[in-house]
């Protein structure tokens, strides 16, 4: 090989420094990229961390929407979301669906009555393609940004009396949410909660159109509004009973309600509702006939990233979808890593005796 | 390559330098994509997934063709010690240069996600989904993450002294064009 006269001792020691920093400027390029140098940057184990109760997660468990129960059934598209998006799943035909209703809580034990918010997670599978989602029953999420989201979560789990006071002044939106989560009923199944994205989506039709959506699962079952008083009665895993006798009885139906943005409506900020008076499209019906509890259930190692979309179904510019799938993944990975922790022997919980078919 | 030869021939170099630019840029995208909740995740992701494939095809070509073509003999002079840590290095190379893609799909199979490359592009699950076999690939990909990185600077760390304190030829040999000593005697 081409050999050199070897370099002085003096030149040997300058090429060593220059190797040196070449490593140490590569190594310190990386560490800055991964946010180690960045304690102030959002990182999704910093987002998934601030969701945990002070006595810390639950591990093995989602770390949000930590209780839940599993359920299969069809979504039978009726052909008229083809108008807005040529994914598949929108082609009229019945398609498998596994799914999870749940409650917004970190802890997997709480009463149905502390919880506020609901949940519904679904993966609808057409044409070998998957669409994951998990919606809510509020009509606007509590916040506009996922900065405000961790925001909220400092100050609600902060020691200082004023740090909610503080987060309301700099977050106007949230008052709209403290007003729903206030006033509106506890519906006495979730069989009668709307579920709803909240985020918007691009739907792209086949002549190559985009259309801003937004998409609810309206209930057709009759509502019972209670009051949260009358709610608590109904016992603590009164949900995940109630479901499990309900759909033993007889499939539940939500209805799929596709609503288009105006040009101007606000598709980056899901704490704003849309207008009424949109365009809306009817495009199926979700049924759900069969209810399993979580333990060895379909949905339980599934992760409902919402950002999990079929050709014909794109994220928009609203920052929520990719932020919720980091902040999943983080709880996906962590969940699964801690398996050993999670009840798979435990007793069956209340709801789970009656989760048994006809 | 016949055994006097002391370069890599021009489709190796090409191989080794197209993809010490992908390899750096994947670990790159993959460090800084589990950091952020910012918009850009989603395309940071989906460019981590696209690009892995392409390091995998790229490298079992790499792998193909070092066995027609061989690789330079060290020189001579090099220490014992100095060799085997140069061809052990190479194997570590080689081998998370196709096992790292390998683990990141099966690590999405095994956790039931869909894998889908840039421009639809959808690949079939290696795996049945596996809560605890997703647990541990995850937790392999993310260390042999940094240990890749970490051998890459020894890598470049070894190259560097090779070609400015031992000027023994090794880096040539893999240089993208030839340097000024290539072919001629030593000056002076």
Request: charged share 15%; hydrophobic share 50%.
């Given at each position: 090989m081409a050999q050199s006269p070897p370099p002085t001792s003096r030149a040997a020691i300058g090429s060593l420094v220059l190797i040196a920093g070449v490593v140490a400027a590569a190594a310190g390029a990386f560490a800055y990229t991964g946010g180690f140098l960045s304690p102030e940057r959002l990182t999704p184990p910093k987002l998934v961390g601030a969701l945990a109760p002070p006595g810390g997660p639950a591990l093995g468990h989602r770390r949000n929407h930590a209780k839940g129960i599993c359920f299969t059934g069809s979504f039978q598209s009726n052909g008229q979301g083809a108008a807005l998006s040529k994914a598949q799943v929108f082609a009229k035909g019945d398609y498998p669906v596994v799914g999870r209703f749940n409650l917004g809580t970190p802890d997997p034990n709480a009463p149905d009555a502390t919880v506020r918010v609901r949940g519904l997670g679904l993966q609808i599978t057409a044409?070998?393609?998957?669409?994951?989602?998990?919606?809510?029953?509020?009509?606007?999420?509590?916040?506009?940004?996922?900065?405000?989201?961790?925001?909220?979560?400092?100050?609600?789990?902060?020691?200082?009396?004023?740090?909610?006071?503080?987060?309301?002044?700099?977050?106007?939106?949230?008052?709209?949410?403290?007003?729903?989560?206030?006033?509106?009923?506890?519906?006495?199944?979730?069989?009668?909660?709307?579920?709803?994205?909240?985020?918007?989506?691009?739907?792209?039709?086949?002549?190559?159109?985009?259309?801003a959506v937004r998409w609810s699962y309206r209930?057709?079952?009759?509502?019972?509004?209670?009051?949260?008083?009358?709610?608590?009665?109904?016992?603590?895993?009164?949900?995940?009973?109630?479901?499990?006798?309900?759909?033993?009885?007889?499939?539940?139906?939500?209805?799929?309600?596709?609503?288009?943005?105006?040009?101007?409506?606000?598709?980056?900020?899901?704490?704003?509702?849309?207008?009424?008076?949109?365009?809306?499209?009817?495009?199926?019906?979700?049924?759900?006939?069969?209810?399993?509890?979580?333990?060895?259930?379909?949905?339980?190692?599934i992760n409902f990233d919402p950002t999990l979309l079929p050709d014909g179904i794109a994220v928009s510019d609203d920052p929520f979808p990719a932020a919720r799938s980091a902040a999943y993944a983080r709880s996906y990975n962590l969940r699964t890593a801690e398996w050993k922790d999670y009840p798979y022997q435990a007793p069956a919980s209340p709801a789970a005796g009656s989760t048994v078919q006809p | 390559?016949?055994?006097?030869?002391?370069?890599?021939?021009?489709?190796?170099?090409?191989?080794?330098?197209?993809?010490?630019?992908?390899?750096?840029?994947?670990?790159?995208?993959?460090?800084?994509?589990?950091?952020?909740?910012?918009?850009?995740?989603?395309?940071?992701?989906?460019?981590?997934?696209?690009?892995?494939?392409?390091?995998?095809?790229?490298?079992?070509?790499?792998?193909?063709?070092?066995?027609?073509?061989?690789?330079?003999?060290?020189?001579?002079?090099?220490?014992?010690?100095?060799?085997?840590?140069?061809?052990?290095?190479?194997?570590?190379?080689?081998?998370?240069?196709?096992?790292?893609?390998?683990?990141?799909?099966?690590?999405?199979?095994?956790?039931?996600?869909?894998?889908?490359?840039?421009?639809?592009?959808?690949?079939?699950?290696?795996?049945?989904?596996?809560?605890?076999?997703?647990?541990?690939?995850?937790?392999?990909?993310?260390?042999?993450?940094f240990a890749f990185f970490a051998l890459i600077l020894l890598h470049l760390a070894a190259g560097l002294f090779h070609a400015l304190i031992r000027r023994d030829g090794v880096f040539e040999s893999m240089a993208p064009i030839a340097g000024p000593r290539e072919g001629t005697t030593p000056a002076e």
């Open positions: 044409g070998g393609q998957v669409w994951r989602a998990a919606m809510i029953d509020p009509p606007f999420f509590p916040v506009a940004t996922p900065d405000a989201f961790y925001a909220l979560l400092e100050a609600s789990h902060s020691k200082d009396p004023d740090a909610m006071k503080g987060f309301i002044a700099g977050h106007p939106e949230f008052a709209t949410f403290a007003g729903w989560a206030g006033s509106a009923p506890f519906m006495a199944s979730y069989a009668q909660d709307a579920f709803n994205s909240l985020n918007a989506f691009l739907f792209t039709d086949a002549a190559g159109a985009t259309h209930p057709q079952a009759q509502p019972e509004p209670l009051s949260p008083a009358d709610f608590a009665k109904l016992g603590p895993n009164h949900l995940e009973t109630e479901i499990a006798e309900r759909v033993a009885g007889a499939p539940q139906r939500w209805t799929l309600v596709l609503t288009v943005a105006d040009p101007g409506d606000p598709t980056a900020d899901p704490s704003k509702a849309w207008p009424e008076g949109r365009r809306s499209v009817e495009a199926g019906t979700l049924v759900v006939d069969k209810v399993e509890d979580e333990r060895d259930g379909p949905c339980r190692d | 390559m016949n055994a006097q030869s002391t370069r890599f021939t021009v489709l190796q170099r090409a191989l080794h330098w197209l993809m010490a630019v992908g390899i750096l840029a994947m670990l790159f995208i993959g460090v800084g994509m589990v950091s952020t909740v910012m918009p850009k995740y989603l395309p940071l992701l989906e460019a981590h997934k696209t690009l892995g494939i392409v390091i995998l095809l790229l490298a079992l070509l790499r792998l193909a063709v070092r066995f027609v073509y061989g690789a330079p003999a060290l020189p001579a002079a090099m220490p014992a010690p100095m060799k085997l840590a140069a061809h052990l290095s190479h194997y570590g190379l080689y081998a998370l240069m196709i096992g790292m893609p390998l683990l990141g799909w099966a690590m999405l199979s095994a956790g039931a996600y869909p894998v889908v490359l840039y421009g639809g592009i959808r690949l079939p699950s290696l795996l049945p989904p596996n809560a605890g076999l997703h647990a541990l690939l995850w937790q392999a990909h993310v260390w042999l993450a």
